[in-house]
């Protein structure tokens, strides 16, 4: 919105700074940030008294969550509200690329609030049917791939991009709507495995913000990208100014879910932040490079599958719990401790995805 403001630079000089994305990203982060702070409060109050005993907690989980019982759930909602004011108000509204990661953003966040809306009425800690609700995700997928397929030039359309490479890509065709697909619905639901913790979910999740930030901005700038010798995808610089909103919001988010958590994300927020990283990742065609940024989601979500596959087959649990970070509470670990120290893991594998833009 505010980007439309350029077209008075030449009568006001200072409207230029508007063209500047690095500029806008900044300011998406303040105004991400300040509106969850300062709405936090309020829309915690209305979720307390609108769902009264708060998200059911697991009887079969680790013995401490119960006493979380009666905290509120659906806090996707704060993010999503700094998330998408932030970005009209920053970003290019004309790029295409925007409408379509607000989109699987906003998709994902409604499925995953009719979820948290059935376990708060229903008070299970089931949702519902998981069979209807992938095959939302996989349609919402599928749909987002196809509009990015068509707004590639016809050089990247259908192919994937390998990491440390410089410029060999894998021609998939029409079979890149199923691995579009897959990125997006899988980052979506390992993001919802990881929400099991305070904290846990939303750090990770700006520190991968951050950085596909960088990832769109040097893939959408000809300059950059031809000298780190990634492709360059055109106009993908703009959705810097989405990660920017993502990093803004869950900084203000974290600070109302910090042990112990006054609200919690929910499917809501989870489900949309997992699918705008997966969407981000295919638009700027670093697909591959989110499973290492997002290793840590890709853990949880294999100990998940793990898990499930091995009690089915063998009748026996590879890991005490699952997903993942039950499994080290289960061990003993304080949760702050499970905490910090998968923070510490998302760091070291953001850097690890960061070297990929220089090891090729």
């Known amino acids: 919105m505010l980007y ?16 500047y994305i690095t500029f806008r990203t900044a300011m998406a982060i303040m105004t991400a ?35 979380k019982r009666g905290t509120p759930t659906m806090g996707g909602l704060m993010i999503l509200g700094g998330v998408m004011i932030s970005t009209l108000l920053w970003a290019n509204l004309s790029n295409r690329y925007v409408w379509v990661v607000l989109g699987v953003t906003l998709s994902y966040g409604a499925i995953g609030f009719y979820d948290d809306y059935l376990k708060v009425t229903k008070r299970t800690s089931a949702g519902f049917s998981s069979k209807f609700r992938l095959g939302l995700e996989l349609l919402v997928a599928a749909v987002a791939t196809y509009a990015i397929m068509k707004l590639s030039v016809p050089q990247l359309s259908g192919k994937l991009a390998l990491p440390f490479f410089k410029t060999l890509l894998l021609d998939l065709g029409p079979l890149f709507v199923v691995f579009g697909v897959l990125v997006i619905a ?6 919802n495995l990881t929400d099991g913790l305070d904290g846990l979910a939303i750090v990770p999740v700006m520190i991968a913000a951050a950085t596909f930030g960088i990832f769109a901005y040097v893939a959408g700038r000809a300059d950059f990208s031809r000298g780190l010798l990634i492709h360059y995808v055109a106009d993908t610089g703009e959705l810097a100014i ?4 993502l990093i803004g919001a869950g900084l203000g988010f974290l600070w109302f879910n910090a042990p ?14 997992g699918g705008a990283l997966g969407t981000i990742a295919v638009a700027t065609k670093h697909e591959l490079v989110l499973a290492i940024v ?7 979500a294999l100990s998940v599958i793990i898990q499930v596959a091995s009690f089915k087959l063998t009748g026996k649990r590879v890991f005490r719990m699952a997903p993942l970070h039950h499994h080290f509470e289960q061990k003993g670990w304080a949760e ?9 893991i998302s760091v ?3 850097l690890i995805g960061l070297a990929t833009l220089k090891l090729r």
Do not use: Y
């Open 4 to 19: 439309e403001l350029t077209t008075f630079s030449d009568q006001i000089g200072v409207l230029n700074v508007f063209r």
């Open 33 to 67: 940030g300040l509106f969850v702070f300062l709405f936090g409060p309020m829309i915690i109050d209305v979720l307390r008294i609108k769902q009264g005993k708060g998200q059911p907690i697991r009887e079969d989980g680790p013995k401490t969550h119960l006493a």
């Open 186 to 191: 899988g980052a979506g639901n390992a993001v």
């Open 242 to 245: 989405i990660c920017g909103a």
């Open 260 to 273: 112990p958590a006054m609200i919690f994300m929910g499917d809501t927020g989870s489900l949309a932040l």
């Open 294 to 300: 997002g290793g840590l989601f890709v853990l949880e």
């Open 336 to 344: 702050a401790t499970v905490v910090v120290r998968f923070w510490i």
């Open 348 to 350: 070291c594998l953001a």
